[in-house]
């Protein structure tokens, strides 16, 4: 279920990233750690912007990871959110 993002204080790209890194590796469960760290390690030093706020979105606008697991393997091809480019990397 899609979920509103909780509006924060401004914060600089460079605290966007870190916090979006750490949030990649702690998932809550192992399944997703793997597969958001290993993507983050890999693509988000290259993020813009406008896309680590999409990724944001990605990570935060849902309320069940098992969800989000089942549709990244393609167990569930339901999108449990609205993707732009990121979608075609994951």
């Known amino acids: 279920t899609a979920q509103p993002i909780r509006q924060r204080a401004p914060e600089s790209t ?28 890999r693509y988000l ?24 697991y089942n549709w990244l393997i393609g167990k569930d091809v339901r999108a449990w959110c609205v993707l732009g480019s990121l979608s075609l990397s994951l």
């Open 14 to 41: 460079e605290t966007l990233r870190s916090r979006l890194l750490f949030q990649s590796r702690k998932r809550g469960i192992k399944e997703n750690d793997l597969i958001f760290s290993t993507f983050a390690d």
């Open 45 to 68: 030093d290259s993020f813009d912007l406008p896309q680590l706020k999409e990724y944001d979105v990605m990570l935060n606008q849902h309320d069940n990871e098992w969800d989000m």
